[in-house]
């Protein structure tokens, strides 16, 4: 059996998700199941967008979701929630 590949919303709208609160790029990698080389390019976009802002926190940067990216955060769930309802 094939598995299905995520779609560029669904990995975006779960780094979203992982910086709700703060995220190192450590726990965006493990919680979205992501390598830290294809995180980059959604981590630069997102940034890039006003999605989400790097915040130093001494000697570590911490990514964190935006008022911005809360409101598209949401608008994904509602999204994936109604193609859900479409397959279900």
Same mark, same amino acid.
């Given at each position: 059996?094939?598995?299905?590949?995520?779609?560029?919303?669904?990995?975006?709208?779960?780094?979203? =998700?992982?910086?709700?609160n703060?995220?190192?790029?450590? =726990?965006?990698?493990?919680?979205? *199941?992501? *390598?830290?080389?294809?995180?980059? !390019?959604?981590?630069? =976009?997102?940034? *890039? *967008?006003?999605?989400?802002?790097?915040? !130093?926190?001494?000697?570590?940067?911490?990514? =964190?979701?935006?008022?911005?990216?809360?409101?598209?955060?949401?608008?994904?769930?509602?999204?994936?929630?109604?193609?859900?309802?479409?397959?279900t």
């Amino acid at each position: 059996m094939r598995t299905r590949r995520r779609t560029n919303d669904l990995i975006a709208s779960q780094i979203l =998700k992982v910086c709700v609160n703060g995220a190192s790029k450590t =726990k965006i990698v493990y919680q979205a *199941n992501l *390598n830290s080389v294809s995180a980059k !390019p959604y981590l630069d =976009k997102l940034i *890039n *967008n006003g999605f989400m802002e790097v915040v !130093p926190e001494g000697s570590r940067v911490v990514y =964190k979701t935006t008022r911005k990216g809360l409101e598209l955060k949401e608008k994904f769930r509602e999204f994936h929630s109604e193609i859900d309802k479409l397959y279900t």
